[in-house]
C-alpha cells in the first residue's frame, strides 16, 4: 500500500482504474451484502465502466463482474493502485 | 435401501438447476437472472439401490440471514438435516463461489463440491487441481458440465459414498484466530443445548447476528442476544475489528488460498468473450438503442409474425368448432336445444383463447433466450438510473417484463419474481404496478378491438397500448411510493452481471413450452370453469312467456312464406313438413361452415362428396346448377336461412339482455356511459375479472351469430356493435388500467401478506381506469377526436407526467452540512446515508 496517496470514494474512480478496498463505511443489511459480493478490506476492483445514463457502475472484483449504484460505492473508502 | 436426503446450494448463477436436471432428470425453471430460483424444488430418484431426496435450495451468495433466500435455505438444513449437502461451484469464477463453500462446510454436515461449467472454464484458459482442492477442504469435489450433461454418474456416486461414511465424518473446522476465544465462550453457553446443530457453527452464527440461529436458539437460552452483543463489543474494543466483516474477510482470505493453490489462469488479464460483447451492449450510445432494438424485435416476431400464424391455425379451431356442433343434437328450426347452445359457448370460449397459443410460444422463448444468455440483469443495469428515479429499482426490470412490460406477460409469474428485490419499497411498488403491465390474456381483446375497429393503424395502436403501460406504471409507482409507501425500507442495489451464456435449444423449446401449457392450463380450469357460470348467468331468467310467443310467431310466419313459394317448385314434396325444412337448414348451415373452414381446392371438393353422399337430392338444393327447379327451393331457402338468424340473434340478445349478468352490466351503465360503455361491454369486463381471457370470449359470444360460421369475432364485432373507434379508444384505455385477474390479486396478496393491499390492487386502478377512460371519452366526443388521435394525445399526455415526475428533483435531500468530500454525482450519497439512518434506528 502506497500510503502518500490519499484515500478516495469508489463512485469518484473513473473508467479503467484500478483500486484496492481500505474501508466500507456502512453497517447492517448493506455492509453485509457488500462482504458477501467479496467487498472485504484489500481487494482489489476495477472500474469497468458506468451505465448508459451514468448511474449505476460496473464493477470487476475477484474477477467478477458486479454493478453497484454509486450511492452505495460512494460509502466505500478506497486507493488508487 | 437407504434413504439419503440431499440438499442443493450454490451461488447464483452457478448453474444449480442445469446439474439438479441432470442428476434428478426433472425439467424447471431456469435463468441467469440472480435470484429466479426461489421455490423449493425436490427431485425423488433412485440411485444404486439409495432413495434419494434432492432439494433444490435457492441460489444464495452467502449463507447468513439477511434475504428471503438465504433464510429460506437456512431453515431447510435446520428443519430438515440433510444427510449431504452438495454446493455446486462455478469453477470459472471460483474464488467467490468458494467463499459461500466455507461457510457450509462449517455447519458441520458432509458436503461434497460440484465443479460445474468446467467446459467454460477450460475455454476461459483456467486450469483447475481439483484433487488438490478435494484435499485441502477434505471434501469430495466432482468436475462436471451441467449444460453438457457431464459428470452426473460420478456426482451421484460421490454423494452416496459421502452418505454411507459418514460415521467417519471428521467435523471441518476453521481456525479464527483472535475471534476463537469469544467463539468459544458462546459455544460453552450453549454446549448442552438440545439443537442436533452443530454447536461450533451455531455459535459462529450468532456472532455473526444471524437472526435465524438466533431464534433457534432463543427458546434455550432467552439472553443469546445479549451475550453475543457482549462478545462482539469485547472483540471490537480489543482489536477495532467487526466481528462481521472480520469473518468475511476471513473466508474469503481462505477461499484465495485455495484459488491460489489449485487455479491457474492461462488467459488473466485477457479480454473474455462477454467483456468484448458488453463493450458493445453496454456502451453508453449504443446500450439504450440495442435494448429498444431487442425489445421492438421481440414485439414484431411475437405478435406481428404470430398473429400472421393463427390465420393457419384458425381453421384448425374452426373444424374442431365443426365436429363438436356435428356431435349435438341438431336444431329444430328456431328451437336450439340448451346443450347445443352450451357446447358452442364453451368451444368458442375455448378457441378464442387457443387462438393465440402461436403468440404466447413465440413469446415466451424470446424471454426464455434473453434469461439465458444473461441480457436480464444487464437491462436492470442499464435501466435502474430510470426506475430509481420513480421509486422502482433495477430488479423490478424482471418481474415487469415478465408482467409485460414488453408487449405482453403474465402479472401472475411477474408479482412472484418481485421476491428477489432486497428494497422493500421497491418491491411494494413493484408488486403493484406489475398489473398495469399488459397481461397477455389482455393482448386477445386488444387484438380483436384492434382488428374490429383499427385495421389500418393496427401496427401503431399496438404500439401504444404494449408502451404506455410502463409509463403508466412509473408514474402509479412514484405517487405509490411518494405516499403511502414512504415509510417503508430501502436497499442497496448489488447486482452480479453473469457471463453471457448460449441459450441450449432443448432449454428454451422446454421453458416455453412449459409457460404455454400453463397458459393451457389456467383456460382450462379458470376459464372453462368461468364460463360455466356465466353460461348459467346469462340464461337466467330467460326470455319472458310474450317474447316466446312473438318469436314463435315470427318462426311460424317464416316457415309458411317458405312453404308457400316452394310449392311452385317439383320438388316440393322433398321439404312439405317442419321436420325436413329445417334438417335441411341445418344441412345447409353444415354445409356452408365446413366449405368456410377449407381453403384448397381439393377441400372443397371432398366437401362437396361428402355432403353429396349424405343426401344427394339436399344437395341438389345448395348447389342447383342448371336444374331450374332445384334453383327455386335455393333461393327461398337462403333466404328462410337469413330470417332464421336474425331471429336467433334477437332472441339472444333478448336473452342476455334480461339474465343476470346484462343486469348487473345494465346496474353500473349510468357510471361508465361517460367513457360509453355499454352494458355488453360492462358484461364483458364483469365477467373478465376472474382471468382476461374470458373478456374476448363473452364479446365474442356476444357479437357472434349462434350458429357455426367461420366469421372472426373481430369481423362479428365490427358488424354487430355499433361502436366508434373513439368507443374502442376508451375502452382499450380502461382495460389498461383494470388488474388482470383474481389469480393475480391472490399472488398480491401472498407477496404482501395483507388483504388490505389485495383490495387497494383491485380498487385503485378500477378508480383511476374508470376517471381517465371517462375523461378521454367525454373530451373526444365534444371535440369529435378520432379513436387513433385520441390514443395519441392521452399517450403523450402520460408521457409527458412520467417525464415531469422523472426530471423532478428528489425530494430526499432535506438537509445540509457534514463532511464535505468532493463529489462527482451530487445529491446521491446522501439520500443513501439517509435510508442508512433509517436503518439502524
Redesign the interface.
Known amino acids: 500500500m502506497k500510503l502518500d496517496k490519499p484515500n478516495q470514494?469508489l463512485?469518484?474512480m473513473n473508467q479503467g482504474q484500478k483500486v484496492q478496498v481500505v474501508k466500507?463505511h456502512?453497517?447492517?443489511?448493506?455492509?453485509?451484502?457488500?462482504?458477501?459480493?467479496?467487498f472485504?478490506?484489500?481487494?482489489d476492483i476495477e472500474v469497468?465502466?458506468?451505465?448508459?445514463?451514468?448511474?449505476?457502475m460496473?464493477l470487476k472484483i475477484?474477477?467478477?463482474?458486479?454493478?453497484?449504484?454509486?450511492?452505495?460505492a460512494?460509502?466505500i473508502e478506497v486507493i488508487t493502485l | 435401501m437407504t434413504n439419503i436426503k440431499v440438499a442443493l446450494a450454490g451461488q447464483p448463477n452457478c448453474g444449480k438447476s442445469t446439474i439438479f436436471n441432470m442428476v434428478s432428470g426433472i425439467e424447471q425453471h431456469i435463468a441467469n437472472y440472480p435470484g429466479v430460483t426461489v421455490d423449493k424444488k425436490i427431485g425423488f430418484f433412485k440411485y444404486d439401490n439409495n432413495k434419494i431426496e434432492m432439494v433444490d435450495l435457492p441460489g444464495t451468495?452467502?449463507f447468513?440471514s439477511?434475504s428471503l433466500e438465504e433464510r429460506v435455505s437456512k431453515e431447510f438444513i435446520i428443519d430438515e438435516h440433510p444427510d449431504v449437502i452438495v454446493n455446486v461451484v462455478d469453477a470459472s469464477?471460483i474464488?467467490?463461489n468458494l467463499?459461500l463453500t466455507f461457510q457450509l462446510l462449517e455447519i458441520g454436515m458432509p458436503v461434497v463440491v460440484v465443479l460445474n461449467m468446467m467446459d467454460v472454464a477450460k475455454r476461459r484458459g483456467i486450469d483447475i487441481d481439483s484433487q488438490k482442492i478435494s484435499k485441502m477442504l477434505s471434501c469430495p469435489v466432482v468436475e462436471a458440465s451441467g449444460a453438457k450433461g457431464i459428470g452426473g454418474d460420478e456426482i451421484m456416486k460421490a454423494i452416496v459414498d459421502t452418505a454411507n461414511a459418514k460415521n467417519i465424518y471428521e467435523e471441518f473446522k476453521i481456525n479464527y484466530e483472535e475471534l476463537e476465544p469469544h467463539i468459544q465462550v458462546i459455544e460453552k453457553t450453549i454446549k448442552d443445548s438440545t439443537s442436533t446443530l452443530n454447536k461450533r457453527w451455531m455459535a459462529i452464527k450468532v456472532l455473526e447476528g444471524d437472526t435465524t440461529i438466533i431464534q433457534h436458539l432463543k427458546q434455550e437460552y432467552f439472553d443469546i442476544e445479549e451475550l453475543a452483543k457482549e462478545q462482539v463489543d469485547k472483540f471490537h474494543s480489543i482489536y477495532d475489528k467487526d466481528s462481521?466483516?472480520f469473518l468475511?474477510?476471513f473466508r474469503?482470505?481462505s477461499a484465495d488460498i485455495i484459488y491460489h493453490k489449485t487455479v491457474k489462469?492461462n488467459n488473466k488479464g485477457k479480454e473474455t468473450l462477454?467483456d468484448k460483447a458488453?463493450k458493445i451492449i453496454?456502451?453508453?450510445?449504443l446500450?439504450?438503442p440495442i435494448l429498444f432494438a431487442i425489445m421492438f424485435l421481440v414485439y414484431e416476431l411475437s405478435i406481428v409474425y404470430g398473429y400472421k400464424l393463427t390465420d393457419y391455425t384458425w381453421p384448425i379451431l374452426a373444424a374442431f368448432k365443426n365436429f363438436v356442433i356435428d356431435m349435438m343434437p341438431q336444431a329444430n328450426f328456431t328451437e336450439v336445444p340448451m346443450m347445443t347452445d352450451f357446447a358452442i359457448w364453451m368451444v368458442n370460449s375455448a378457441n378464442a383463447l387457443a387462438n393465440y397459443i402461436p403468440i404466447f410460444f413465440i413469446l415466451f422463448a424470446l424471454i426464455a433466450i434473453m434469461e439465458d444468455v444473461g441480457y436480464m440483469?444487464r437491462m436492470a443495469?442499464?435501466?435502474?438510473?430510470?426506475f430509481?428515479k420513480f421509486g422502482l429499482h433495477?430488479q423490478s426490470t424482471l418481474p415487469l417484463v415478465l408482467g409485460g412490460a414488453m408487449v405482453g406477460g403474465c402479472a401472475v409469474p411477474g408479482v412472484m419474481a418481485t421476491k428477489g428485490i432486497?428494497d422493500d419499497r421497491a418491491r411494494m411498488a413493484t408488486i403493484l404496478t406489475v398489473p398495469y403491465m399488459n397481461c397477455l390474456a389482455k393482448v386477445p381483446f386488444y387484438t380483436l378491438l384492434l382488428g374490429a375497429f383499427f385495421k389500418p393503424d393496427m401496427a401503431l395502436m399496438m404500439f401504444f397500448i404494449s408502451t404506455v403501460t410502463v409509463f403508466i406504471a412509473l408514474i402509479v409507482a412514484k405517487i405509490l411510493t411518494t405516499t403511502i409507501l414512504k415509510t417503508r425500507e430501502t436497499?442497496?442495489?448489488?447486482?452480479?452481471?453473469?457471463?453471457y451464456h448460449l441459450p441450449t435449444f432443448k432449454g428454451v423449446i422446454i421453458r416455453a413450452s412449459q409457460r404455454v401449457w400453463v397458459y393451457i392450463y389456467k383456460v382450462i380450469t379458470i376459464v372453462l370453469a368461468v364460463a360455466i357460470i356465466l353460461f348459467a348467468m346469462l340464461q337466467f331468467p330467460g326470455l319472458s312467456e310474450d317474447s316466446k310467443i312473438e318469436y314463435e310467431l315470427q318462426s311460424q310466419k317464416a316457415l309458411q312464406t317458405f312453404d308457400i313459394k316452394a310449392q311452385k317448385s317439383s320438388y316440393y314434396p322433398l321439404v312439405d313438413t317442419k321436420e325436413e325444412i329445417s334438417d335441411l337448414l341445418n344441412y345447409y348451415d353444415g354445409y356452408k361452415s365446413k366449405r368456410m373452414a377449407t381453403t384448397s381446392k381439393e377441400g372443397a371438393l371432398a366437401v362437396d362428396e361428402t355432403y353429396k353422399n349424405i343426401n344427394e337430392n339436399y344437395f341438389k338444393f345448395i348447389k342447383p346448377r342448371r336444374d331450374k327447379e332445384a334453383k327455386k327451393i335455393n333461393k327461398i331457402l337462403r333466404k328462410l336461412s337469413k330470417v332464421r338468424n336474425k331471429i336467433l340473434r334477437n332472441m339472444k340478445n333478448e336473452k342476455v339482455e334480461n339474465s343476470l349478468l346484462g343486469m348487473a352490466g345494465k346496474a353500473v351503465e349510468p357510471i361508465t356511459q361517460y367513457a360509453g360503455f355499454d352494458w355488453k361491454i360492462n358484461v364483458a369486463f364483469l365477467s373478465s375479472f376472474a382471468a382476461r381471457e374470458s373478456a374476448v370470449a363473452t364479446l365474442g359470444s356476444l357479437y357472434e351469430n349462434n350458429k357455426a360460421d367461420d366469421m372472426r369475432a373481430e369481423e362479428a364485432m365490427e358488424k354487430n356493435s355499433g361502436y366508434t373507434p373513439l368507443h374502442a379508444t376508451a375502452i382499450i384505455i380502461f382495460m389498461l388500467l383494470t388488474p388482470p385477474c383474481i389469480a393475480t390479486m391472490i399472488v398480491v396478496k401472498m407477496q404482501t401478506y395483507s388483504y388490505r393491499w389485495m383490495l387497494f390492487a383491485i380498487f385503485f386502478p378500477v378508480t383511476l381506469g374508470v376517471i381517465i377512460s371517462s375523461s378521454v371519452f367525454t373530451l373526444g366526443t365534444i371535440y369529435s377526436i378520432s379513436g387513433v388521435d385520441a390514443m395519441i394525445y392521452f399517450y403523450v399526455t402520460i408521457v409527458f407526467i412520467a417525464l415531469v415526475l422523472g426530471l423532478y428533483p428528489d425530494k430526499n435531500i432535506n438537509w445540509k452540512g457534514g463532511l464535505k468530500?468532493?463529489?462527482?454525482?451530487k445529491g446521491?450519497?446522501n439520500?443513501?446515508d439517509k435510508n442508512?439512518r433509517k436503518?439502524?434506528n
Open positions: 470514494r463512485d469518484m466500507i456502512t453497517t447492517g443489511k448493506l455492509m453485509h451484502k457488500l462482504l458477501d459480493m467479496g472485504v478490506n484489500g481487494s469497468i465502466r458506468e451505465a448508459p445514463l451514468f448511474d449505476p460496473e475477484h474477477n467478477y463482474n458486479i454493478s453497484l449504484r454509486k450511492s452505495e460512494s460509502l | 451468495y452467502s447468513s439477511y469464477n474464488k467467490r467463499y462481521v466483516s468475511a474477510t474469503y482470505d489462469e462477454t458488453d453496454l456502451n453508453r450510445f446500450a439504450l440483469p443495469f442499464i435501466l435502474d438510473r430510470i430509481k433495477g432486497a436497499a442497496p442495489f448489488v447486482m452480479e452481471l453473469p457471463p468530500l468532493p463529489t462527482k454525482s446521491q450519497y439520500i443513501f442508512l436503518e439502524e
